[in-house]
Every structure is written in structure tokens, then in C-alpha cells.
């Protein structure tokens, strides 16, 4: 019992709360640090084999970093050739797939299929890091042939 209420000092849940959708600029963002906020995407079906449905899919709304990217997909790429996706950090005017890669290495669109893949991050921190108005922009590469129902999920870390 006392683990449970140490971690509830340690990391209070917070106070139930309404938003009207008007009054978002009254947000503390800082009352938010060290938060976990789970961005998830998805491009459904056969979609997911075209590649001008990837891109951007989340505008970063206060400072945080990248902490967690998973990947799952249902059906698996059968293309010859590598089939990858990768996360990106786009800042400022940066176009998609022009910007900075979060992930140390791509996951494969060709692993088995319903099965959650984690990608290892980047040690350069400045690329995990989020600004207020970064995006986060899904990079495909290959040819993603018979590819379908592509979801990831961005563990970001509030600062």
C-alpha cells in the first residue's frame, strides 16, 4: 500500500476538469512536466500502400521530447526490396521527408504482421527535443506493396 501512495505523490493524478475547446489558451502547460502524452496515428486499409497518405499527423502543442515510437501494421509489405517507415521532426517550413529522424533506425513494413514493433531512438538529442509548432511526419521508403492498416503511437514527454 505505501508503494501505491508514494507513487501518488510522486505522480498525482490530475483533478477532473472540463474544457470548453474555447479556453485552450489557459492551459499550464507547465503543470504538465514529466506527463506522458500518447500521440497515436493510423492510416487504415489498403491506404497504407499509397505513399502520399504518410506524412505529417500531429502539431506539437508545448515543449516535450520524443521518449517511445512503436509501429504496427496488419498486413505485412511484399515487395522484394526494403519497405521502412521512420518518424520525423519537421520545425519551421520543412517539408516531409526533408526532416530530422527521430528514430535510430526505420522499422521494417515487411516484419510479421500484429506484431508491435519499438523503434530505438536517436542519441542526438536535438532531434527527440519538441518545440511548440514542430510536427511529426511519418516517412515511408520502397515500394509498399500489399502494405495495409499502419498504426503508431509517439510516447511524447511534457517538459
Do not use: Y
Given at each position: 500500500m505505501q508503494k501505491?501512495?508514494?507513487?501518488?505523490?510522486?505522480?498525482?493524478?490530475?483533478?477532473?476538469?472540463?474544457?470548453?475547446?474555447?479556453?485552450?489558451?489557459?492551459?499550464?502547460?507547465?503543470?504538465?512536466?514529466g506527463r506522458k502524452l500518447y500521440v497515436h496515428h493510423t492510416i487504415q486499409g489498403t491506404a497504407a500502400a499509397t505513399g502520399t497518405n504518410y506524412g505529417v499527423f500531429f502539431i506539437v502543442p508545448a515543449p516535450c521530447y520524443l521518449s517511445s515510437f512503436k509501429e504496427v501494421h496488419q498486413t505485412a509489405g511484399s515487395d522484394g526490396g526494403a519497405v521502412t517507415l521512420t518518424l520525423e521532426k519537421l520545425t519551421g517550413t520543412t517539408a516531409p521527408d526533408s526532416g530530422s529522424v527521430m528514430p535510430a533506425s526505420a522499422l521494417s513494413l515487411k516484419a510479421s504482421a500484429n506484431t508491435v514493433q519499438t523503434g530505438t531512438l536517436t542519441t542526438t538529442l536535438s532531434n527527440l527535443n519538441l518545440a511548440?509548432?514542430?510536427?511529426?511526419?511519418?516517412?515511408?521508403?520502397?515500394?509498399l506493396a500489399s502494405v495495409a492498416n499502419v498504426t503508431v503511437v509517439c510516447e511524447l514527454t511534457m517538459i
Open positions: 501505491q501512495i508514494n507513487e501518488l505523490k510522486r505522480n498525482p493524478p490530475l483533478a477532473d476538469h472540463f474544457h470548453t475547446g474555447l479556453d485552450v489558451s489557459q492551459v499550464d502547460w507547465k503543470s504538465l512536466k511548440i509548432g514542430d510536427r511529426l511526419c511519418m516517412k515511408d521508403s520502397g515500394t
